[in-house]
């Protein structure tokens, strides 16, 4: 019976522990110069920050500053604001987020596939190889079929309905809500800004 109580105790800490945990969402894109400063400065400190994953629950939205419409036939027109190689690059990450569960691994991907400029779909190829050696044909696979449109698609709704409404990229909310502070903080270095939340 104390052993029991014990595991109950333990499961209860676990949950709050969890419970805790700030769920952040970056709204992105993946031929946007603003977004991979962001990722190879702010997000780059957090992979090296063997901590950050205990305070800091990241989610990632490849879409932006789109548009997307259903048309007669069903097929879906994606319209992005870098064009349609970045429309691409977009599901490529989205496809890349979904095979990949834990955090770390999310984020090493990222940090890795929007590392250099792309003028070509080759070039997202080609670094894609070298960012997922093991998985990159399945991601490949997805991202020029109809798992790659319908995640898109799924990113889309989530921006396109986000209130108040995205005005630039990247975007962050904090526990699904935009604050100006917050945003600006993140942007700027998000291990400092997580340091603060936990102290405050």
Request: net charge negative; aromatic share 10%.
């Amino acid at each position: 019976m104390k052993n029991f109580h014990l595991l109950l105790v333990l499961i209860s800490t676990l949950q709050i522990s969890y419970s805790e945990k700030i769920r952040v969402s970056l709204y992105i894109e993946s031929l946007c110069p603003d977004t991979t400063r962001f990722i190879q400065s702010s997000l780059l400190k957090a992979l090296k920050t063997p901590s950050f994953d205990e305070l800091v629950e990241l989610r990632f939205i490849p879409y932006g500053k789109a548009s997307q419409n259903q048309q007669s036939n069903g097929s879906i027109i994606f319209k992005c604001q870098h064009g349609d190689l970045e429309c691409f690059g977009n599901k490529l990450q989205a496809c890349g987020f979904n095979v990949l569960s834990a955090q770390n691994e999310q984020l090493k991907f990222l940090i890795c596939i929007q590392k250099t400029r792309k003028r070509q779909i080759e070039d997202f190829e080609s670094e894609l190889k070298s960012c997922l050696p093991d998985l990159w044909e399945g991601v490949l696979k997805c991202a020029n079929g109809t798992q790659g449109i319908e995640l898109l698609w799924e990113n889309g709704e989530e921006t396109l309905n986000l209130d108040p409404k995205l005005t630039y990229v990247p975007w962050v909310t904090v526990n699904h809500k935009f604050e100006t502070k917050a945003h600006e903080m993140i942007e700027r270095n998000i291990v400092q800004w997580a340091s603060y939340q936990e102290q405050n």
